[in-house]
């Protein structure tokens, strides 16, 4: 019965060390996404104030290819096969 009980033990600390290394982890990749968004914020913040026209014509073409694929994947469900 000891053995059972240290061999359970062991387990439930290595588990915590785990989940403790998985949390930090975790917390570490949020913060570095979190710096990331800031720094492609910052990047096209700074894009569109030097080139607002070619930045607006970007943006309706990326509308125009959503839309065509939206169109298109409608009208490939209305057909029956």
Excluded at 25 to 43: E, I, S, W
Excluded at 49 to 54: D, H, I, N, V
Excluded at 58 to 70: E, P, Q
């Amino acid at each position: 019965m000891t053995n059972t009980k240290e061999l359970a033990s062991t387990a439930l600390d290595a588990a915590s060390d785990k989940i403790r290394d998985l949390r930090v982890g975790a917390r570490d990749l949020a913060h570095r996404g979190a710096n990331n968004l800031g720094n492609y914020t910052q990047a096209t913040t700074r894009y569109v104030s030097e080139r607002p026209l070619q930045s607006a014509l970007i943006a309706a073409a990326v509308g125009a290819a959503i839309a065509g694929l939206v169109i298109a994947l409608r009208r490939s469900e209305n057909r029956y096969y």
